[in-house]
């Protein structure tokens, strides 16, 4: 009768156990590179809205009363998603200080809670 060949348990545990130990190794450096590419993605978002807003003001001579005014105006195409919620609501308008001044949206900020991989607030970006 001839002998069939295969593998041996003892094989088998030992090829699961090297894959095991090198997703273990790079899981966490996976995790690391998307919140680092999602704090990317909203510093980014961020610096456009506000350019957008300062251009708004810049031709209006006013700020925009909402971000929806930012959009009908053609600044921007949509509002972006706040990577860190990933959700589109959740930003925080900042209105601007002086009462003479036109408009309701002169900053823009995340409205994230957590911090950043450096330490700061999300909400302070």
């Known amino acids: ?38 704090e990317a993605v909203l510093r980014q978002d961020l610096q456009i809205m506000r350019d957008a807003i300062d251009k708004y003001h810049g031709d ?29 609501d959740t930003w925080v308008v900042i209105a601007p200080t002086d009462r003479e001044v036109k408009g309701d949206v002169y900053d823009i900020k995340s409205g994230a809670t957590g911090q950043g991989k450096d330490g700061t607030d999300y909400a302070s970006w």
């Open 60 to 88: 209006k001579g006013q700020y925009p009363n909402s971000l929806d005014d930012l959009v009908t105006a053609r600044y921007i195409r949509a509002i972006p998603i706040d990577p860190i919620t990933e959700k589109n």
């Open 1 to 38: 009768m001839p002998r069939v060949r295969g593998f041996t348990l003892i094989e088998l545990i030992v090829v699961m156990a090297i894959v095991a130990l090198l997703v273990s190794i790079a899981a966490p450096r996976y995790f690391a590179h998307i919140d680092r590419s999602k």
